[in-house]
């Protein structure tokens, strides 16, 4: 019995960190090229309701969960474009700046639910794959090939963004406007076009993540259906060192205790109630006093404006 809790805890843990996944490798370019987005949450909750909309307008026909996707991915990189000009061709204060984003995103949203929708509502989504034989496997076989297709997408998207951001040319001009953007303005790197690029990468992932929320994980849409994933996942990328290997075991930890707070409920585990509630976000607190001592890692120019003229 406690051998099929654990791993009952681990499988549930893993589409659970999708994401923070998505949202803290988005997070991780802005923050890489300078800039950091807390309007990601609010991004998210646009994201989350437009893929639903857009499945629940098509009856769930075929193909609509990737549409509602693609429709959550482009309203993300508008949203993230709208955040890039704020800051980056306005130099705005880009802590308030996402704050102002998040409200927005997070008024809009509720708005567009109860005018379109109105009331809890289901859809299909994308279901977790059948795998021939893989999915029998002891013990891994639940915990690793029982999962939606966006669970395998995600875990791919891992290593092409570490290649992306450690083995191109572009990578290196991200990292660069990040730590000198003058040295790097002196090489002929368009500092202001690589940071509007990563904000809009970072929306674009945001309303992803938005968008597996409501498709792959709830089936529904509802107010605050986010539930501060955005914030935690900003979190996360300090605690991941800005890596996105870094993100994900920060992800994976993170959803190994909410996992775990579920499970509790859904098992009848003697063990008080409020301090499982509690636990994974007692937990968010703890990474970022440990991440605290990482910040020595963190970009040299992170949340502070480029001017290609020198100023006092």
Known sequence: MLSEIIIGIIAAAIPLSITF????????????????????????????????????????????????????IAVGSLMGAVMAVTCVNFKAEQGIAGIALFMLGWGVAGMLFRVYIGGTTSIVGLKALDIPFLNSIPVLGAILFSHNIMVYITLVIIPLSWYLLNRTAWGLKVKAVGTAPRAADTMGVKVDRIRFQCVVIGGAMAGLAGAYLSICQTHIYADNITAGRGFIAVALVYFGKWKPTGILWGALLFSLAHSFQRSIQVYGIDFPYEIAVMFPYILVIAVLAISGSSRIMAPTMLGRPYYREQRD
Do not use: D, H, T
């Not at 909309?53 to 990737?66: A, C, D, L, N, T």
């Open 21 to 72: 996944v998505l949202v803290g490798i988005g997070e991780m370019f802005n923050q890489r090229a300078g800039v950091f987005n807390l309007g990601a949450e609010g991004i998210m909750m646009v994201g989350a309701f437009l893929g639903f909309y857009v499945e629940y307008i098509m009856k769930s026909g075929p193909g609509s969960s990737f549409l509602g996707m693609i429709a959550a």
